[in-house]
T-cell receptor
Framework: GEDVEQSLFLSVREGDSSVINCTYT??????LYWYKQEPGAGLQLLTY?????DMKQDQRLTVLLNKKDKHLSLRIADTQTGDSAIYFCAESNDYKLSFGAGTTVTVRA | AAGVIQSPRHLIKEKRETATLKCYPI?????VYWYQQGPGQDPQFLISFYEKMQSDKGSIPDRFSAQQFSDYHSELNMSSLELGDSALYFCASSLRLEGTEAFFGQGTRLTVV
């Protein structure tokens, strides 16, 4: 989407950490989200962060938010082959979500 | 736990035909959203309903209409289908609290031939 930007591709070796970056434009967004989409499947909510937080950790996932720069990142520790998917960053605005174009993460052995 | 249910999962229609997609939100969720995801694209917001009333409208063509019924399920009606309508259509539901997460259904894949 125009309001949310992400890099399109990321290749990572199995066991390494993946970092997916996202920038957004709406400073009034209250929540920011990361969704995962596997081929032919629906959107799975991975995690979200409230705009007054800087960091949120959930098992292998770490979300960092720099509200000043409107920059959001998702770090996946110990990346596994099952993590291969498209990852969408999304911001909420008036109860609807605006998605980035998605980052295709490919995990290589 | 119950999730958002969409039907059908797959649908094939010919050009100029009509299609109806159904969405059953998570129980007690009061808001339903429809998104369209074209091949290789990010999901685009179409329309949303809160307590059975249209609450927001995005890039929904005039050929499409939607409504939310008394049991909170929603239907997306698509008429005069075009090849470009081929996409994955997602429904999501949430509680109408600021920032409450939206849960997505598995989507309906519509193919127009």
């Amino acid at each position: 989407g125009e309001d949310v930007e992400q890099s399109l591709f990321l290749s990572v070796r199995e066991g390494d950490s993946s970092v997916i970056n996202c920038t957004y434009t709406d400073s009034s967004s209250t929540y920011l989200y990361w969704y995962k989409q596997e081929p032919g499947a629906g959107l799975q909510l991975l995690t979200y962060i409230f705009s007054n937080m800087d960091m949120k950790q959930d098992q292998r996932l770490t979300v960092l938010l720099n509200k000043k720069d409107k920059h959001l990142s998702l770090r996946i520790a110990d990346t596994q082959t099952g993590d291969s998917a498209i990852y969408f960053c999304a911001e909420s605005n008036d109860y609807k979500l605006s998605f980035g174009a998605g980052t295709t993460v490919t995990v290589r052995a | 736990a119950a999730g958002v249910i969409q039907s059908p999962r797959h649908l094939i229609k010919e050009k100029r035909e009509t299609a109806t997609l159904k969405c059953y939100p998570i129980p007690r969720h009061d808001t339903v959203y429809w998104y369209q995801q074209g091949p290789g694209q990010d999901p685009q917001f179409l329309i949303s309903f809160y307590e059975k009333m249209q609450s927001d409208k995005g890039s929904i063509p005039d050929r499409f209409s939607a409504q939310q019924f008394s049991d909170y399920h929603s239907e997306l009606n698509m008429s005069s289908l075009e090849l470009g309508d081929s996409a994955l259509y997602f429904c999501a539901s949430s509680l109408r609290l600021e920032g409450t997460e939206a849960f997505f259904g598995q989507g309906t894949r519509l193919t127009v031939v």
